[in-house]
């Protein structure tokens, strides 16, 4: 059965192998990926990718899109252990609405600490990401580690909902409510 997590203008989907041929046309995009692991331009591999992770359980590969089913891009939450998560990947296409990153980076943190009910998570960030790195911060990710390629943060629920106080303004309307999340599995 599909992971779903429905938010006020966007949903977050479980990624399908109908979805290879838009993951692999992001994936292969420098200009949106120049921070992420590269890939091989093969669709069969992709697909093969999206089957795999779907076995995985506990990990989460999702395809951000609007109400009306455009696809926006991905997101991942992975590593997923008792207590804990990593949440990443994400890549939007160009040309989307500008509310989408922020409503995204809220809907990935929330299934993961609500729905999914983790304490913690595990954040590695490539050196000069810095939007990305900026905004763990703003919301109050501890950096505990670094080498000569990434910053790795953690990051707990009881300081993401307490951040995330600051930011519902800009993503969730009057009547949505963080403790009344649709969540389907």
Excluded at 74 to 97: M, N, Q, Y
């Amino acid at each position: 059965m599909s992971r779903f997590y429905e938010g006020n203008r966007i949903n977050l989907r479980e990624a399908e192998v109908s979805d290879a041929e838009f993951i692999l046309e992001l994936r292969l995009n420098q200009d949106l990926t120049r921070f992420l692991n590269k890939i091989e331009d093969n669709l069969e591999k992709q697909r093969k990718y999206i089957l795999d992770h779907q076995s995985k359980g506990e990990d989460f590969y999702f395809i951000v899109e609007s109400k009306y089913k455009e696809r926006y891009g991905t997101a991942r939450i992975h590593d997923v252990t008792e207590d804990s998560f990593k949440c990443g990947s994400w890549i939007l296409k160009p040309g989307i609405p500008a509310y989408v990153a922020l409503e995204n980076y809220f809907a990935c943190f929330d299934y993961a600490f609500i729905a999914l009910n983790k304490k913690h998570c595990e954040l590695d960030v490539v050196k000069g990401n810095d939007s990305v790195i900026n905004l763990h911060k703003k919301m109050g990710a501890k950096l505990i580690n670094e080498d000569d390629r990434k910053f790795y943060f953690t990051f707990s629920r009881d300081v993401y909902l307490e951040s995330r106080k600051k930011y519902e303004k800009y993503t969730l309307n009057r009547d949505h409510q963080i403790n009344q999340l649709a969540v389907r599995k």
